[in-house]
């Protein structure tokens, strides 16, 4: 499917990789305080990764955003959650009060909310809604495509604006989630429709959302499977698969990491919705993977042959699987800790230390 907009093409020519240079230069760094060398892990390869990305003489993650896409999907129809799809609507607004697991995390950790409503099926009423609905719902992907080719676009250059004026905000570090009911079931299509699954491989990258029965969670396959037959979305066109079987909150997320690549900017993963949105813009730009963080290995199955196909490390183990984009506020307090020892650890040189006596060590 051709991209027919000159936005998404230009952000396309606009990612490239962090300075490998930088990188080096940051680990030379790190490698010079007083510790072992790589003895802080992830901390240390995320102070060298966010060094390369921003490339400024004092790293900084202060000014962070979690951008939460609201949506609704019309695959609900055929009975695939436990929930009603009010709930969608319910809980944006709740997430907007500050009541939801990501207000209160994000709170926590000084990090601010931007709450997208993109297709939610009800219109909503608050102050603090950012509105950018493309339509009510998608279609029900079990009978019908989820979206027209012009809708893809639109939500993916909604996204990408998105994470431009993030970015012209001040913002050093982004991170995504997503408030839909249904939307496990469009995200386990999309990466089936990815990785050319077909029937009897399916039920490996489905979960059960928010508690589905044993025979639920077989109907629910079984819809993925239909929508797949019935659509027989093209592996390799992300667009493709995003129009037949994709979700408002999954396409406006990958134009997200596109933007926020572009723009240079950090940006957090957090579960199985977003890990997926995070694989499409991969594929369609590999170098966005050099600003992709993923923060928890998310309970959902499909999550752990995303994040594979990605080759992240996932630093939080927590069983997590709310969603919401509830992970990316805790992985920021990771971040901060990177750059505290980036930027406020003493070297061997100013402790007095020989740095020789590292090569008589075997670690």
Do not use: W
Not at 82 to 102: M, W
Not at 333 to 362: P, Q
């Amino acid at each position: 499917m051709p991209f027919q907009s000159s936005l998404l093409e230009q952000a396309l020519q606009e990612i490239v990789s962090p300075s490998e240079d930088s990188f080096k230069a940051a680990n030379v760094r790190l490698d010079s305080l007083v510790k072992p060398p790589q003895s802080l892990g992830h901390l240390e390869t995320m102070a060298a990764r966010l060094m390369a990305i921003q490339q400024q003489p004092v790293l900084s993650v202060e000014k962070r955003c979690v951008i939460v896409l609201a949506a609704d999907n019309g695959v609900v129809a055929e009975g695939v959650s436990s929930a009603p799809q009010a709930v969608t609507a319910l809980q944006t607004i709740n997430i907007l009060n500050g009541l939801a697991g990501v207000s209160v995390l994000s709170r926590q950790f000084a990090a601010d909310l931007m709450v997208v409503d993109v297709g939610v099926a009800s219109d909503l009423d608050h102050p603090d809604l950012v509105r950018r609905k493309i339509r009510p719902s998608t279609g029900n992907i079990a009978r019908e495509p989820a979206l027209t080719p012009a809708e893809v676009i639109q939500a993916l250059e909604t996204g990408l604006d998105l994470a431009r004026e993030a970015k012209s905000n001040g913002y050093q570090v982004l991170g995504v989630g997503e408030m839909g009911i249904g939307n496990t079931t469009t995200s386990s299509a999309v990466l089936a429709g990815l990785l050319g699954y077909g029937p009897g491989q399916v039920e490996a990258l489905v979960g059960r959302g928010a508690g589905l029965s044993d025979a639920d969670f077989h109907h629910k396959v079984s819809v993925i499977e239909q929508a797949l037959q019935l659509h027989q979305p093209d592996a390799n066109d992300v667009l493709d698969v995003l129009a037949k079987v994709g979700g408002l909150d999954l396409a406006t997320m990958t134009g997200v990491y596109l933007g926020a690549a572009a723009s240079r900017l950090p940006v957090a993963i957090d579960g199985f919705i977003s890990v997926v949105a995070a694989l499409c813009a991969v594929r369609l730009a590999p170098a966005v993977r050099d600003y992709l963080f993923a923060s928890h290995q998310s309970y959902e199955r499909g999550y752990a042959v995303a994040i594979r196909e990605l080759d992240l490390p996932t630093p939080l183990q927590l069983d997590m699987r709310l969603g919401e984009g509830s992970g990316c506020p805790l992985l920021f307090a990771l971040m901060d800790a990177a750059v505290a020892i980036y930027h406020n650890m003493g070297t061997f040189s100013a402790g007095g230390i020989d740095l020789e006596y590292t090569e008589e060590i075997t670690f």
